[in-house]
């Protein structure tokens, strides 16, 4: 009967002898490990530790013994100066006896354990060399076979170089070519380089491309059935979505493919964790550093991600608050009455105090954000502009740190609804308004516009947020504009209205404001109004009137996954970490649901 191939080529992985690192036989272990033992290190230490301790012991004896001497002289003296004739010369014999005979009896104990001490040595001494030469036997018959493969051309093997930070720290490259399976699981130092897949082909076999910084390129190797550990390797580095179309390849490859977590995690989508915030709908939610901010009810909220307990109400408002956004470290809050508020943030969320408050808007303020973060006079990252919507019709540009309002732009026309949304890209601002109609405005005093206009007639060139376009969404109301793309690439325009349709615009260049819309979604259409949207690294989040959030891929925009909440989703927040990301929803019934995204993001 033939050998499984799955079987043979898990034999060709062995575990390195010297790091205890699994690898494919014949390859060189790349893994650091100590130029000396770990337990021959400890031992030496011990030994030193000991030499130490006994020389001590010895300086001590002999003080003892000096001290006790004299002490002894003295006494006989005085005795023998007050009672020389009451001293027996019997006794004195006897006692003379008696130290000789303890003194004999000292130095044959002595003797007996320096012996066994010396015996014990040598034999400890013998079983070392002795491991020292099966070790070097084993290391030389390996490079023998090593060099006979490449004396015939069958393989030749580059071998790693250590590098200088490593032979500073005790360290040298194993560079083991072969290993034996003794199931060891100690601590190994893996290689620290970064290492990328390049391309993966199927469903014949595997071919990797590694980009090694130190070495260079390495050539693609095919593995017609690679063993478990590489197809572990490479999985880590292949998108869920890619995952999913080649798990028909093999069985094997099925499963190790549902071992992945970020597979697992996209595949799932869990509902991670349901809870009841606050009494009416929540209008805003986002983390920040390791909490939940909630808005709703006219107040802020600060929960612990850990436990789910309030922590404390930050905020309280006269009026409904709208949208909460972290900036320049600190909560901006802003309601309904045209204010929006500063607060600090605190260690102690019982301790967040009132800072200041931008207050010019006439209504309700619907949405606002900032400028691009830049480095101020100590080197840490500012923005220092904020701009605001509101139903005013009015879109205001405020200065972060004086808190005041250097720039106020009117209505474009009589015809136009009210300022629903903002977004901004490198050069352009866009504002979306009730009546389906996207403004876009250069955030620099530039005009590109060829028409006469204002900035035709005026002397000093061109004027501040000149209007320079005008897309046309569709009859709803925009509710929410966002810049951004695939793998946080900034290329384009992303609109949502409340028609149900949502629209991919592509960004101009460094110069021009053609904005061509390259996709039409309906997302939630017909029946279903968009409610909110937000973006990650890879996927784009959906919500409307339905009661459905829909997860759709960001690159090809192709759904992937249909989510079911029970109440209407209001706003959502994406917390993206290294470790686990998670997607936080608000609904209408006061509930904010985490849903767990995993690490794909």
């Known amino acids: 009967m033939a050998d499984d191939p799955y079987a043979v080529q898990a034999k060709r992985s062995a575990v390195c002898l010297s790091c205890h690192h699994k690898h494919l036989i014949g390859v060189p272990c790349p893994c650091f490990i100590?130029?000396?033992?770990?337990?021959?290190?400890?031992?030496?230490?011990?030994?030193?530790?000991?030499?130490?301790?006994?020389?001590?012991?010895?300086?001590?004896?002999?003080?003892?013994?000096?001290?006790?001497?004299?002490?002894?002289?003295?006494?006989?003296?005085?005795?023998?100066?007050?009672?020389?004739?009451?001293?027996?010369?019997k006794e004195q014999m006897m006692s003379m006896l008696n130290k000789g005979i303890n003194k004999a009896r000292e130095a044959a104990d002595a003797a007996t354990i320096a012996a066994k001490k010396a015996s014990v040595a040598a034999e400890k001494q013998a079983k070392k060399a002795m491991k020292e030469a099966k070790k070097a036997a084993k290391k030389a018959e390996r490079l023998a076979k090593h060099k006979l493969k490449e004396a015939k051309g069958e393989h030749t093997v580059q071998l790693f170089k250590t590098p200088k930070w490593a032979e500073k720290n005790e360290l040298k490259r194993c560079n083991c070519l072969d290993g034996v399976d003794n199931g060891d699981s100690r601590v190994y130092y893996p290689l620290n380089l970064p290492r990328f897949v390049t391309s993966l082909e199927c469903p014949e076999g595997i071919r990797v491309r590694m980009e090694d910084p130190e070495f260079g390129w390495a050539e693609p190797q095919k593995v017609m059935n690679p063993a478990a550990e590489v197809l572990d390797f490479v999985f880590q580095y292949v998108g869920a979505k890619e995952l999913a179309k080649v798990a028909t390849v093999d069985r094997l490859w099925r499963e190790r493919i549902d071992m992945q977590t970020h597979f697992i995690d996209m595949k799932q989508l869990a509902n991670d964790y349901e809870h009841q915030v606050h009494s009416g709908r929540v209008e805003s939610c986002l983390e920040f550093n390791g909490r939940l901010y909630t808005a709703g009810d006219k107040r802020v909220k600060v929960w612990n991600l850990e436990t789910y307990e309030c922590l404390a109400e930050a905020v309280r408002e006269t009026a409904v608050i709208n949208d909460i956004q972290v900036v320049n470290g600190a909560l901006l809050v802003c309601a309904s009455n045209g204010s929006i508020r500063q607060w600090s943030l605190t260690h102690n969320p019982k301790n967040i105090a009132y800072v200041a408050a931008y207050w010019e808007h006439r209504s309700w303020i619907n949405d606002f954000i900032p400028s691009e973060p830049e480095p101020d006079d100590d080197g840490e990252m500012f923005c220092r502009f904020l701009y605001s919507v509101s139903d005013d019709r009015t879109v205001k540009v405020w200065?972060?740190?004086?808190?005041?309002?250097?720039?106020?732009?009117?209505?474009?026309?009589?015809?136009?609804?009210?300022?629903r949304s903002v977004a901004r890209s490198a050069r352009h601002l866009y504002v979306g308004s009730s009546n389906g109609v996207i403004y876009v405005y250069p955030l620099k005093r530039e005009c590109d516009r060829e028409d006469r206009h204002g900035c035709s007639i005026s002397e000093h060139g061109a004027l501040p947020f000149c209007l320079q376009t005008e897309l046309q969404h569709g009859k709803g109301i925009i509710l929410q504009l966002e810049c951004g793309g695939y793998r946080r690439q900034v290329k384009h325009l992303y609109s949502a209205s409340t028609d149900g349709t949502f629209r991919v615009w592509s960004l101009p260049g460094k110069s021009g404001y053609e904005h061509e819309c390259l996709r039409v979604i309906d997302a939630h259409a017909p029946g279903g109004a968009l409610s909110c949207f937000c973006t990650t690294w890879a996927h784009l989040f959906t919500a409307g009137q339905d009661k459905v959030i829909r997860v759709w891929n960001l690159h090809t925009m192709e759904l992937q996954k249909v989510l079911h909440p029970e109440e209407l989703c209001k706003c959502m927040y994406a917390a993206e970490n290294e470790v686990c990301s998670y997607l936080y929803t608000g609904h209408v019934d006061g509930k904010v649901i985490m849903w767990r995204l995993g690490a794909y993001v």
């Open 34 to 89: 100590f130029t000396e033992s770990i337990a021959g290190r400890i031992s030496r230490e011990m030994a030193k530790h000991r030499a130490n301790a006994k020389a001590k012991e010895d300086e001590d004896s002999e003080t003892e013994d000096s001290d006790d001497s004299s002490t002894l002289s003295t006494d006989d003296d005085d005795d023998s100066d007050s009672e020389e004739e009451e001293v027996d010369f």
């Open 399 to 419: 200065d972060a740190n004086k808190k005041v309002c250097l720039f106020s732009m009117d209505p474009p026309n009589r015809t136009c609804g009210t300022m």
